[in-house]
């Protein structure tokens, strides 16, 4: 049993207040991706999707997470990852 105040071993303490504001910044870039790309909605949500965890609460990954975007030469790629980051600091 844990003293209050204290965490119990392999327990994380997570600030609600923290993890909305992240959410909402993720869920503000997803709009903005939408809005920018054309075509590509289903690979925007897979994309938030999967680094939803990494963003909103890392502290809860034990390993870094990996997310292998593929596809050919000028396709968007790149712009797809720096826009949220370059908009959304």
């Known amino acids: 049993m844990s003293v209050e105040g204290e965490l119990a071993p392999n327990r994380i303490a997570l600030d609600r207040a923290d993890i909305a504001a992240r959410r909402a910044r993720l869920e503000a870039a997803r709009v ?5 790309f054309v075509g590509i909605d289903g690979i925007i949500d897979e ?3 999967a680094v939803t ?3 909103v609460a ?4 034990s390993r870094p997470a990996i997310i292998n975007l593929w596809g ?18």
């Open 58 to 61: 890392p502290e809860l990954l």
């Open 32 to 36: 903005t991706l939408k809005e920018h």
């Open 72 to 89: 050919m030469t000028g396709v968007g790629k790149t712009d797809l990852v720096r826009r949220p980051a370059l908009q959304h600091p």
């Open 47 to 49: 994309l938030c999707d």
């Open 53 to 55: 965890v990494w963003f």
